[in-house]
């Protein structure tokens, strides 16, 4: 039987961070976030949210360009192709080439209206087994190091069982010694988010092995698999890309290349379930540990990121923390809290498993657009 896709609804609102989110690529203090709705002919939907950034910095997309996509170009596709389960929605996107993120936010929607026709929660739908994931922090770079090591003793308090911390060009070494100083026995990784290169700073970067660090995440360019393989035969510490893997076919490369040993997989990036399944099956298939990464998202994006992690393989802690860490309000209903043991409890409910706080996220939008999918 047909989804009977009906109609996509795309929302944009606009939540400020309960603090300013620093990277080595810029600074975040409000989040533009791109809500999908998608409907049936019944009027049953689903929710998805597209993790575009405002700015062009993390990869080539924007919410901007997210919409445009979305709407011109996702919509056609998919009244064309007449889908019946969302484990084919990926092959019905496949001609537009990139854009992960845009279609991964309407591929997320249809499976959580797949799996709520389905009678079922979401993580279940998509073959999950976890029934408590695991999770860990990413504290984005600071005004000083005190205020660092602050925060780092606020969420090892608080029971994230892995804290990993923002490096820039400058603060190769420096932030991650102040921090194991501090905590020697806590598990702690770092972010470059491709701020340095091979040339420059293989020796600097190096100097990282002497702290026992989990991973290093994507220290060079997202393109640069080759570079990140030369950097890997010189460190001990585990390299874990992040930018560089949108597909399953970087994943493969970068194993052959031996450029990492460890997989940062986020549902937007990869654009979607399908594909996310697919990195995760290759990666366990070779014993490569995954892990599922953030990207400031709201609940309902938080939602599906632990739907993901419930897969097979999601054996290190997500990228996936309390929604009262980054939101003053939460846009679901209970928000995702986090157990003293750093864990988070699979909701059981059907989709998502969250309720969405409509009436919330009416108040919050100052832009939206429907695309009928149907001709009458
Ligand atoms: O590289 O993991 C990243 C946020 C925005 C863009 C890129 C990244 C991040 C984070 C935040 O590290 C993780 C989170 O959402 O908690
Ligand atoms: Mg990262």
């Keep these: 039987m047909s989804l009977q896709l009906e109609r996509i609804e795309l929302r944009e609102i606009e939540l400020p961070l309960k603090s300013p989110f620093e990277t080595s690529f810029g600074r975040t203090t409000r989040r533009r976030i791109l809500i999908v709705r998608i409907f049936n002919r019944d009027g049953a939907y689903g929710y998805g949210e597209c993790v575009a950034s405002e700015n062009p910095f993390f990869n080539h997309e924007t919410i901007d360009t997210a919409w445009l996509i979305t709407t011109k170009h996702v919509a056609p596709l998919l009244e064309k192709s007449q889908i019946e389960t969302a484990s ?170 031996d450029a990492c040993r460890i997989i940062n997989i986020k549902l937007g990036r990869v654009g979607g379930f399908s594909e996310a399944k697919r990195i995760q099956s290759f990666a366990q298939e070779h014993g490569i540990p995954v892990w599922c990464g953030g990207m400031l998202e709201s609940g309902i994006g938080r939602a599906h990121n632990i739907a993901l992690s419930t897969l097979p393989g999601f054996t290190l802690p997500g990228d996936i923390s309390a929604s009262s860490r980054y939101w003053n309000e939460a846009i679901i209903e209970p928000p995702v809290t986090v157990s003293r043991q750093g864990t988070i409890h699979v909701p059981t409910g059907l989709g998502i498993g969250f309720e969405v706080r409509e009436d919330l996220i009416e108040a919050l939008t100052v832009r939206r657009e429907t695309v009928h999918l149907t001709a009458h």
């Design 88 to 257: 084919q929605v990926n092959d019905a996107l496949a001609p537009i080439r990139e854009n992960r993120m845009a279609k991964g936010g309407v591929e997320a929607a249809i499976w959580d209206l797949d799996s709520k026709l389905s009678g079922e929660p979401l993580w279940r739908h998509i073959g999950g087994t976890q029934q408590e994931i695991v999770c860990g922090v990413s504290i984005g770079l600071q005004d000083s190091t005190e205020a660092l090591l602050d925060k780092v003793g606020w969420e090892v308090d608080s029971g994230y069982q892995r804290i990993k911390i923002k490096i820039k060009r400058g603060k190769i070494w420096q932030l991650a010694a102040a921090v194991r100083k501090r905590f020697p026995a806590i598990t702690l990784s770092v972010d470059a988010n491709s701020a340095y290169r091979l040339d420059t700073d293989t020796e600097l970067l190096k100097r990282l092995d002497d702290y026992n660090l989990l991973m290093m995440e994507q220290p060079l360019m997202p393109g640069d698999l080759l570079d990140h393989s030369k950097l890997q035969q010189k460190l001990q510490t585990p390299i874990c890309l992040d930018e560089s893997i949108v597909c399953l076919a970087n994943a493969r490369h970068a194993h052959e290349l």
